[in-house]
């Protein structure tokens, strides 16, 4: 909780108890003797569970993956109108042609930033956490990524960045982060 | 893009009130909640307009919210409209709008003439953290979604350049929050009603991801909007059938636009112009980068071309936009020609934008305070579009606070992802 907080605010925000779903199991619920009284019974909810292990291929953007369990950034260039990509693309989306790869440089600059303070299920562990949009000298599009060793008050627009590696890949685009350079 | 050959109108509309949550009913008589408040609007019978409608398209974002796929056909069976035709379509945000303009295709081409477009989403079956998640699957899932997949820090991303590129401020951010959830006091379909926002409150609530707090932000909801939309032989119909005469309103303008998945794979170009915008100013501007909305700019230049609005500021009456974020609704000022890139800081402090003033934005409240159930949220725009311009407000909400006087002409906007799909719909009174 931020140190200035209006009253407003939190009535507003209304400060409750985290809800979990690790209910209890009920196996029966009672039936009002008169059938007319089941209009007003209440909601029966269920927790309802679903996880899936997909079987994802990073297809044509694989060598991307490769590259950096090797400690290397690999981005793609249309070699017709020679349009440099620092997220990978298979084909341009100008001309239409097939790229080819190319070795980016491994420092950069902070095109635009963020500190997230909440973030989805999946994240919320790890918060507060930086993303960054980084640019490269003489290419075209920019890159996704986290920004480690500074904080919300230490980040700014133009500055620069350098590339760090997992040396135990998982082969996620999280197998490069930057730090300030 | 040629005119079409049919004029379409929009004939009625419905809302089922925004709220975080319905357990009490599932989606099917949600919708219906909508679809009856239409028909009883217009004053015609399920069965005798059964009669009459030709087919319907549905408006949901998310499977993953209910784990239930094909919604859409729960719907019509719901509705008692099968075994008439329909198809369900999806586009993020912009879902309800991409509806809308697919049931005016499906009138403006002669296919129909009469259709329903219904939207729903119920988002209230998962928690807003596993909400986020779902949500931030709408980004590329192989290099956006892992690094720490989640709108509101893509959001704040896009602002934090918008706000190096031309100063906008966090006080003119929370300038938006402040109007659109004073508007929504007066509106009783909406789902957060506070009338005396300040900018410190505003600032002072928890931060989000910077520079983006919860009131910066619109929330989750469940609810429902249905809208119906004809062709001339269609009004008459219904006139015929209903014994009366109602208010339709035309719609006049149809856009659309689209951009990168991706957000890193955006261009760094030129602006693309509107009338009355020269090259010279934009002279250093790389557009859009991540700062401007490319689809919301080409949606609006193809709807104001097709309805010949040359300085859209003063010849629009209202807005209904897609304010998810009080930073989009000033990146949208900018995309829709309301003001230059760069001026929609000040554009929403200068009080021009509120209820009373030369073009207000979200009379309704919009997205920040009516709530965001996906695929209702582009249908609700134009339901709430429909009663400004028949001059109902009054009737609708209760109270005739939010009737903008005289309102001729108004536009929606529905938009998706970081900028991905964007749909403007113009509307005016007969």
Known sequence: MPKKMTEKVKEIEEVKMEEVLDGTVVYNVPLPSDLKDLDKLAPIIIKFPYHTDYIHSYG??????????????????????????????????YCGTKTKWFELPQVGKIHTWTTCYFGSEEFLPECPFNLILVEFEGVDTLFLSRLIGAVEKDIKIGMKVKAKFKRLSKFKPTDVYFVPA | MQKPQRQVYMVSGGVSKFTKARPDITFQPMVKEAYDYALQDLGIPHKKFYELVDGSVASYFSDHFQRQLMSGIMVQDYLGLCPKPSHRVEGGGATGGLCFQEAWKSVASGHMDICVAYGFETMSHVQTWKGNEFIALASDVSFDYPVGGFYSGYYAMMVVRHMYEFGTTVEQMAKVSIKNHKNAFWNPYAQKRIPDLTVEDVRSSPMVAYPLTRLDICVMSDGAAVCILASDEGVKKLQKATRQSFKPVKITGIGRGTDAMRMSDRPHGEVILIPRERPSDYKKLKYPGVHSFRAGRTAGKMAYEMTGIQEPIEELDFIELHDAYTSSEIQTYEDLGLCKYGEGGPLAESGKV????????????GLIACGHPVGATGLMQAVFAHWQLQGTIYKHFGNGKLQIKNAKRGLIHSHAGTGTYVTVTIMERV
């Open chain 1, 60 to 93: 044509q953007d694989s060598p991307f993956f490769a590259g950096l369990t090797n400690k290397r950034l690999l981005g793609t260039e249309c070699p017709k109108c020679k349009y440099r990509y620092a997220t990978p693309k298979g084909h341009c989306m």
């Open chain 2, 354 to 365: 509120e209820v009373g003033g030369q073009c207000p934005v979200n009379p309704s409240g």
